[in-house]
């Protein structure tokens, strides 16, 4: 078990699985034995061949925790949650997660263009709630580097379950949404340069022009 701590993975290689349809493209068997942070509704994916050793997952209100709560908490431990726009439902059980200390946030919240404001713990703005609720916690843990996986939300569309149908595309290169994106990846990358982890994208297809990239086959 991982322990949710500042510097858990010192030294370690951290992958971090979101749920962007590339993911399909991938030869996730290479992921077995790895520690891999698994996002959002990976949990969902049938196809999934690989165990995940910890969780991130983004709670937007009472109907995302009605839906999805159950399977949430029954996820292994340790789980961190980021809180969308709104407020975190009434009965939604803080001491069962982990949330991530507020200083830690800061630096992106400072430096997002929509002036994205901490409430409670942290607030992740949409185009950035991939990135903040799990490169964030990846960069607490400090390990030595922090492999992306499925993080189509930063170039080709927006889906919550690999194979899902993706959103009809505002993600061009002159959207907001794609500038705010490169921007809050631009943040993440001077930190993690700061703390000396190497932040690589292996997404296939992306259009991050931000991030170094690489080939899953070629990092395991």
Known sequence: MIQAKRGALKGEDLFVCATGPSILEEDTSLLQGKIVMGLSELF????????????????????????????????????????????????????????????????????????????????????CSGLMVGVQPAIWLRPKNIYLLGFDHTSTGYAHSPGGVKRASNWDEDSQAFTETMEGLEVLLKVCKKLKINLVNLSQGTRDTVLPTAKLKDVV
Do not use: Q
């Open 44 to 127: 969902n994916w049938e196809g999934r061949d690989f165990e995940c050793s910890l969780w991130g997952w983004h709670v937007s209100g009472d109907s995302m925790w009605e839906r999805y709560g159950e399977r949430v908490s029954a996820l292994p431990k340790p789980v961190f949650v980021t809180l969308g726009i709104g407020a975190l439902p009434d009965d939604f059980p803080e001491e069962d997660f982990v949330m991530i200390p507020k200083d830690e946030s800061k630096p992106l919240a400072e430096g997002h263009s929509n002036g994205t404001a901490l409430a409670l713990k942290w607030v992740a703005s949409s185009p």
